[in-house]
Antibody
Framework: QVQLVESGGGVVQPGRSLRLSCAASGFTFSIFTMHWVRQAPGKGLEWLAV????????YHVDSVKGRFTISRDNSKNTLYLQMNSLRAEDTALYFCARDGHNSAVDGFDYWGQGTLVTVSS | DIQMTQSPSTLSASVGDTVTITCRTSQSISNWLAWYQQKPGKAPKLLIYKASTLESGVPSRFSGSGSGTEFTLTISSLQPDDFATYYCQLYDSFYTFGQGTKLEIK
């Protein structure tokens, strides 16, 4: 069955970096577009970034552009989010999600359980 | 950027009721809209895509409608498991979420 497992979260000081990973299994990772979404404590969902199936295109929301970078390694079935210059407002639960378009589902059809990032001194 | 406005932010209802949640966009998005359900501490779950297509396995009491700039999610005959937070999402070159609607038990 499809599984997405995030890792790499933790407590980090403002200004430091962190790299999140999302290990995919149960489907052909290399043909699916993937996303990162976050949710600050008690707040709504914020879409962060998308990467095409082959990594050829990627887009980031303005609030993280220039600080966060989405990438993937299809040989390892893994999605990444490199987060630099972290701020207190980046504190959130970070989800990876599969874009279901290749399964004729125009939405995020599978999600990981999330990894918590806390930015605090 | 396309702005999304989801309403209401909170909705109180009883088991058996029918409720409607609305999502409006600042410009036409055709039918590129999805709806999700999220329970506390859990990942969102896709309910509806392309404004009105029910995701596999989702009960038929959930339905979506609309196109252009106004969309609705209707839940008929509310069940105890339906009390959760619901989000609409633009599904296009960007994937903005609405602000969310918390559906509470009256």
């Amino acid at each position: 069955q499809v599984q997405l497992v995030e890792s790499g979260g933790g407590v980090v000081q403002p200004g430091r970096s962190l790299r999140l990973s999302c290990a995919a299994s149960g489907f052909t990772f290399s043909i699916f577009t993937m996303h990162w979404v976050r949710q600050a404590p008690g707040k709504g969902l914020e879409w962060l970034a998308v990467i095409w199936f082959d990594g050829s295109n990627k887009y980031h929301v303005d609030s993280v552009k220039g600080r966060f970078t989405i990438s993937r390694d299809n040989s390892k079935n893994t999605l990444y989010l490199q987060m630099n210059s972290l701020r207190a407002e980046d504190t959130a639960l970070y989800f990876c999600a599969r874009d279901g378009h290749n399964s004729a589902v125009d939405g995020f059809d599978y999600w990981g359980q999330g990894t918590l990032v806390t930015v605090s001194s | 950027d396309i702005q999304m406005t989801q309403s209401p932010s909170t909705l109180s209802a009883s088991v058996g009721d029918t409720v409607t949640i609305t999502c409006r966009t600042s410009q036409s998005i055709s039918n590129w809209l999805a709806w999700y359900q999220q329970k506390p501490g859990k990942a969102p779950k896709l309910l509806i895509y392309k404004a009105s297509t029910l995701e596999s396995g989702v009960p038929s009491r959930f339905s979506g409608s609309g196109s252009g700039t106004e969309f609705t999610l209707t839940i008929s005959s509310l069940q105890p498991d339906d009390f959760a937070t619901y989000y609409c999402q633009l599904y296009d070159s960007f994937y903005t979420f609405g602000q969310g609607t918390k559906l509470e038990i009256k």
